[in-house]
């Protein structure tokens, strides 16, 4: 796949995470940004994973060594830069809001985190871009670009289309799971969002569950709902073996 990588990429390969994985580092417009990449091997899918609104950490790295575990190459990118890591709701807005007024550069960040998964030996002709929360925000951002990915995932992310912009160049499709008790994104949210999807003639898949809170995936939170987590992962797993090539 010819990418039009935007910005200078430097991979520095820091400290094993485990035995599977290791965190690294590049460079994007002189900033660093640290994320995680994992795979079985180089002819393994790949799943451009992207964090929720506290930054890359332990939660999106287990996510990924469960893909890993599958078959998957993964790369869970980091869009608010090296260390930081915000745990104060106002922080977490302050860098999730940059970014949402700044849709340029969330769409080049996202360009530069596929194009360092490529650079470490992933197939970027045989991938989907999945996120939570932000990051399911972040990855239709990227859909919406004309992104050339096989699909795009979101688990409870935010739907809403942004004023000018639309899906007449996404070249995937999509798969939404969403909470029916999500008091953040609405369900008036999810259904226009099918309408748009739909007028757009873009293959699409929408579930939601009833009782589902907003970050229902979240292990350990007081939002983490056991079934819903459970049957979305589930649909997950088999939609990436029906969507992407199987190594050999």
Not at 46 to 60: I, R, S
Not at 63 to 81: E, I, Q
Not at 90 to 101: P, S
Not at 208 to 227: E, I, L, M
């Amino acid at each position: 796949m010819k990418i039009l990588i935007i910005l200078t990429v430097i991979l520095m390969v820091m400290q094993t995470a485990n035995a599977d994985g290791d965190f690294v580092t590049y460079q994007v417009s002189g900033k660093l940004y640290q994320g995680y990449f994992v795979t079985p091997s180089r002819e393994a899918p790949l799943v451009l994973l992207v964090h929720d609104w506290d930054g890359l950490t332990d939660y999106e790295v287990k996510r990924a060594n469960m893909l890993a575990d599958l078959g998957y190459s993964v790369f869970a990118a980091d869009l608010f830069g090296k260390g930081i890591r915000p745990t104060q709701v106002k922080d977490k807005r302050q860098h999730t809001g940059e970014l949402y007024k700044d849709r340029v550069k969330m769409r080049e960040l996202l360009q530069a985190a596929l194009g360092t998964a490529l650079l470490k030996g992933a197939d970027g002709d045989n991938a989907v871009a999945m996120g939570y929360c932000f990051g399911g925000a972040a990855v239709l951002e990227y859909a919406r670009s004309g992104a050339d990915l096989k699909g795009f995932v979101t688990f409870h992310g935010r739907l809403k289309t942004p004023p000018g912009q639309d899906y007449k160049h996404t070249k995937g499709n999509l798969l939404i799971f969403h909470g029916s008790a999500d008091s953040n994104i609405s369900m008036l949210q999810y259904a226009q969002l099918a309408v748009e999807l739909e007028k757009n003639n873009i293959s699409h898949e929408m579930t939601n569950y009833s009782g589902a809170p907003h970050a229902f995936t979240v292990f350990g939170s007081a939002r983490y709902q056991a079934d819903a987590d459970k049957k979305s992962w589930a649909r997950f797993t088999q939609y990436l073996s029906e969507t992407l090539k199987t190594a050999k």
